[in-house]
């Protein structure tokens, strides 16, 4: 069987305000991290040598692309030593602007890395700051054109909307500028402010207010004709990508392919499990990159969550759901389980019916959360 990995990188420079990620600014345990990360590596590959083979790869965090090379280039050369690669794999790695080195270069095009996600969220430096970025547009535009000019990666960029104080003109300026440069992909999140990061104690101490959602929903929509008016292909609720450039990483997530997560906190859907890995970093060091002892959480997913997860996360894409392959999987009829969820949906033109397909109309997408919540 064919299986995606990630690898969880849980290093950054400086946590960015609206960030709820498990990362954080500790250099002084990269090596000590890497060290059991590249165990734990070696010991998930043991368990499924010649059994399955990797199509997909995700190296993210934090941000990977801030430690040291040659650390890197051990992770790195421990994944292609010990695990099956598919030979049209998809091995994609975050970054972000001003991690991008010579020597990130040198490890890139040692390898059988094909895409490159660098976050900006924004043009604007103004506004870059003061989410808690740590870099400027220049930064990023640099380390644009030193990948294009360095390597054949597929590159992604990140962009946030509805940032506090953004103003609509600011976002199509962002929006255009970053389509100027002519990404494979471009992702595209409403900035959503988490319990514990410091947005939300800044929210909550009255110091900002949040954009209105009528200047919310204009940004959407721009950017869902802007960018189909460029040839942009929209496959996810937030993911647009050139023809043949979807990240098929985050597709397996969508589809409920099984997938191994490594590294710290980092979750895993295989053989009909889902679990996280040891959030706590003094008991994921403790583990010396055993298995057993980093579970979490282990779910043996039933029919009845699995028919769940099938409807909400396959509705996320724009080509949303095959009945037929519901009917299949499960071994009954979707609207024998769904029917006046399904019904009610596609008499408001929440829903769209297209032969086999379930999908999400352009409204749709604006509730698509009451939408998925109907199927809990």
């Not at 990362?23 to 059991?36: L, T």
């Not at 900002?208 to 929509?221: C, V």
């Not at 906190?265 to 009909?272: L, M, N, Q, T, V």
Request: aromatic share 12%; charged share 25%.
């Amino acid at each position: 069987m064919k299986i995606g990995i990630y690898i969880h990188i849980p290093f950054c420079i400086s946590k960015c305000y609206y960030c709820d990620f498990l990362s954080f600014p500790k250099p002084e345990i990269q090596s000590d991290y890497c060290r059991v990360l590249i165990e734990e590596i070696k010991n998930q590959a043991k368990l499924i040598y010649k059994k399955h083979t990797i199509k997909t790869i995700f190296i993210g965090g934090g941000t990977p692309m801030m430690l040291p090379p040659l650390l890197l280039d051990e992770i790195c050369l421990t994944i292609t030593e010990h695990f099956i690669l598919e030979t049209d794999v998809e091995w994609t790695i975050e970054a972000n602007p001003g991690t991008i080195t010579a020597d990130c270069m040198h490890i890139i095009n040692a390898y059988p890395i094909n895409r490159i996600s660098l976050g900006l969220q924004s043009t604007h430096n103004r506004l870059l700051k003061l989410i808690g970025r740590r870099h400027t547009f220049e930064e990023w535009a640099k380390s644009i054109s030193l990948l294009k000019e360095n390597t054949t990666c597929s590159l992604n960029s990140d962009i946030m909307f509805a940032l506090p104080t953004q103003t609509l003109a600011e976002f199509q300026e962002t929006l255009e500028v970053v389509a100027s440069y002519d990404l494979d992909h471009i992702s595209l999140y409403a900035l959503i402010i988490e319990e514990g990061t410091r947005f939300w104690e800044m929210y909550q101490q009255g110091e900002f207010e949040l954009i209105d959602e009528e200047t919310d929903r204009k940004m959407y929509h721009y950017a869902k004709a802007y960018l189909k008016s460029l040839g942009y292909m929209q496959y996810e609720i937030s993911n647009w990508s050139k023809p043949r450039k979807a990240c098929k990483h985050n597709i397996l997530y969508w589809k409920r392919e099984p997938y191994i997560g490594i590294g710290l906190g980092a979750h895993s859907f295989f053989e009909g499990i889902r679990y996280h890995n040891e959030t706590k970093m003094e008991k994921y060091l403790q583990s010396s990159g055993q298995i057993q002892y980093l579970k979490r959480e282990q779910e043996v997913i039933s029919q009845e969550v699995a028919m769940q997860e099938f409807m909400f996360l396959g509705l996320r894409m724009t080509e949303g759901i095959s009945i037929t392959d519901f009917n299949k999987t499960f071994k009954t009829d979707l609207f024998n389980v769904y029917k006046s969820q399904i019904n009610k949906w596609i008499k408001l033109k929440i829903l769209v019916k297209n032969k086999d397909n379930l999908f999400l109309s352009d409204y749709g997408m604006d509730i698509c959360n009451e939408v998925f919540s109907s199927f809990l």
